[in-house]
């Protein structure tokens, strides 16, 4: 039986290398923060940096050489340090506001050469958990958020031996996924990865 599940496992890999489909995994660090403002001069609002992983997996075709369709699945950790200053008060509220998301890009992938290629394309954002941290406490905040986000990514990777890879990309978020009527919020994520090849290119 195992020789069969084997026997099984070697056809599929062939027949998708044959195909042009290439799958792989990959996981690393986002580097978040969100572009927050509020239409009320009352309330002043300054964001930072956050770090969270970021994992999963992707699926290419190639249709020629150079060029390829690329769709991802990752489960990735965004958000920021925020500081919230009300008018007419002294004090600041500090907070670190963690999102965790469902991030699904589509690629368009060109191979500019053998070892480096370009990738730019839409990515869909599914929203799964949000609290805010203020040091002592943790709230839930996914009410405050809406469940989807919208972005576009531009991004470069590089091909290294052993079938690893590493991404580098920058995510735009173009969506107000702020749910509170007086304050926009738009992600914004710098992306490190490093991946490995199962099949393909």
Known sequence: MKKI???????????????????????????????????????????????????????????????????????????????????????????????????????FRWQIIKFLNLHAGPQFSILTKAVTEDGTTTEDIKDELKNSDFGLIIGAEANLPLRLNITARYIYGLSNVSEIEDIEIKNSTFQLTLGIRLIGN
């Open 5 to 107: 599940y084997l026997t099984l496992a070697l056809l599929i890999i062939s027949t998708l290398s044959y195909a042009g489909l290439g799958l792989g995994i990959k996981g690393g660090a986002n580097f978040a923060t969100q572009n927050a403002t509020s239409i009320l001069p009352s309330v002043e609002i300054s964001t930072s940096n956050i770090t969270g992983f970021v994992g999963g997996a992707y699926l290419n075709y190639f249709f020629g050489d150079k060029s390829a369709i690329q769709l991802e699945l990752l489960y990735s950790r965004k958000g920021s340090a925020s500081e919230i200053l009300l008018g007419g008060s002294s004090s600041v509220q500090s907070n670190d506001n963690k999102l965790t998301y469902f991030d699904i890009p589509v690629l």
